[in-house]
């Protein structure tokens, strides 16, 4: 089992910047696949950024890319997103969510991961 807990949400305004983090505890040594997701009301949740594999290849959305950046400390279990630019529209839940493994659903998608945080608000008024 793997405990995620994320923390770092706010309001900001647009054009500011936040960094969220998700502190990882429990059986994490083969969690080779983590990543972010959002979910605004009324909408799907949707991934944000996923460091896919041991390698530390990453992925972004398309919405975020270029303003966002993950990265992840195995040695404290900690992953983070660094939010950069932010706009109205990145208004949302986030959650952290890890795989057992790899994503083998997919790490753009829900059906990739096993573990999920509770989630923090981030809110970004205009």
């Not at 807990?5 to 706010?10: L, T």
């Not at 990543?35 to 949740?45: D, S």
């Not at 529209?89 to 509770?118: I, L, N, P, S």
Request: net charge positive; glycine share 14%; proline share 2%.
């Amino acid at each position: 089992q793997v405990q995620l807990v994320e923390s770092g949400g706010g309001s900001v305004q647009a054009g500011g910047s936040l960094r969220l983090s998700c502190a990882a505890s429990g059986n994490t040594g083969g969690s080779n696949c983590m990543g972010w997701f959002r979910q605004a009301p009324g909408k799907e949740r949707d991934g944000v950024a996923s460091i896919i594999n041991e390698y530390g290849n990453k992925w972004f959305a398309d919405s975020v890319a270029g303003r966002f950046t993950i990265s992840r400390d195995n040695a404290k279990k900690v992953m983070s997103l660094q939010m950069s630019h932010l706009k109205p529209e990145d208004t949302a839940m986030y959650y952290c969510a890890a795989a057992t493994e790899y994503c083998r659903g997919g790490y753009w998608t829900t059906k990739g991961y096993d573990y999920w945080g509770q989630g923090t608000q981030v809110t970004v008024s205009s």
